[in-house]
């Protein structure tokens, strides 16, 4: 973020504030400097607000919710939601503002060549592997993963689980060491953050994804997985209907028995199943997901709140 003079001179110098998150110094200090400058602000949550996330550290949010993020939210000129879940978590959080639907883009690439991933873990050659792509924290239901990964792995000997991403308030330690008590060791390995064409090649190289997640705003892991034609595993937390409709993998409750069962079915799927399951999650994001869409969206919606015509490309709910 930008020092204090600097951000009060970027906001004075703009037309709209956009505030990214809630609970944070930074979006507090934005919608200050915004209404000394008379600047109309866009807020978007980013499943901040979704009930499994106000649960978490509840007696701190609280109270910071009544003297500070509550009332700046309410000078909102319009509110941004992810999903229509998102919508609810804001009207359930006594919200009238108007509200635009907005998810989530993401950049349409060529599939990568898994062999900078695989040159890197070479004792992953040849297996079928299964990706979780996030933090390592319990909210994305990764202890969940593992127990259920102990309970098919014996089924499945070709198959290893890949999990890829940064620690999170000291998740990992734990993690592991559960791995280890389920003698799975063999069958689970932790790659830390990946990033740019590491990761895409890890997306390249999996055979499938899994995000287990007890709460999402809108998972660019997900968006990122479908854009690489991966069939995915997923929570009804994740608010992402349209992998369902669309046939592009599974959405579970995040519980043992559901993520068992849906993980030895992606694994007992033909190849050719997947694979048109990864298809039908590619042409998803390529029709509706695209930053190029997503970006005339939110221009169309910055317009209208500077005077122009009211859009017609996003879902309003005044």
Sequence with gaps: MLPGGELDKAIEAT????IHGLWEHHCIMAGVL???HHKPVVISAHGMLERWAIRNKEWKKWPYSLLIERPNLRRAAVLRALTRAEVDDYRRFGLSNPIV??????EMVPKANPELFLSAWPKLRGHRLVLYLSRIHYKKGVDLLVNAWAKITAQF???????????FENTQPSIERLVSELSISEKVTFTGPVYGDLKASLLSAASL???PSHSEGFSMAILEALASSLPVIITKGCNFPEVATSGAGWIISPVLGELECSLREALESSP????????????????D???????QQMADVYDWILGGPRPTTVEILD
């Design 157 to 167: 000997p070709d198959v290893h689980l890949i999990v890829a991403g940064p620690d």
């Design 34 to 36: 915004a209404r000394r």
């Design 289 to 295: 997901y695209s930053w190029l869409r997503i970006g």
């Design 272 to 287: 050719s199943e997947l694979d048109s399951r990864g298809q039908r999650g590619l042409q998803l994001v390529q029709d």
């Design 101 to 106: 639907i907005v998810p989530n883009g993401v």
């Design 209 to 211: 994804f899994v995000l």
């Design 15 to 18: 037309d709209i504030v956009q």
